[in-house]
Each structure stands twice: as structure tokens, then as C-alpha cells.
């Protein structure tokens, strides 16, 4: 049986909280996401996942494509 190749995900070091980092993960194996699926897909509170969201992007970590946020 053959294995698939694995993919990593570099974690940024400036990254502290685990909801961040939770958050960045998501979208970097996921692609984009909008905040009602990352609250799905993490079980996080929409409150929650807009400061994580506020915080990545002022990091330059996350951008916003309309509704959508993808990682850098």
C-alpha cells in the first residue's frame, strides 16, 4: 500500500495563542474559509474568531477576500 506524500504546514513563530493558531492552520490546509466555517469547522464562537481573524491580519498572516479569509 502506498503512502501519501505529507504536507506540512510552517506554523509562523510570532504566532502565541492556540486559537490563532488553530485559525491559521485551518486555513492553510483549507484553503479559504468565512467566519460561519471556520466557527464550524473549529467549534469557535463567531466574537472569538473575529479577533483571532483581526489580530492575523494586522500580523499580515490572514488576508480577506470579500467575505472570505485566506492564509498568507
Do not use: C, H, W
Not at 53 to 72: P, Q, S
Amino acid at each position: 500500500m502506498m503512502q501519501k506524500p505529507t504536507q506540512r504546514t510552517r506554523m509562523p513563530g510570532d504566532i502565541d495563542s492556540s486559537s490563532a493558531k488553530l485559525v491559521y492552520l485551518y486555513l492553510s490546509t483549507q484553503g479559504d474559509a468565512t467566519v460561519e466555517e471556520l466557527g464550524d469547522g473549529l467549534e469557535m464562537q463567531k466574537l472569538s474568531l473575529f479577533s483571532v481573524l483581526k489580530t492575523l491580519r494586522k500580523r499580515d498572516l490572514v488576508e480577506r477576500d470579500g467575505e472570505r479569509y485566506v492564509a498568507n
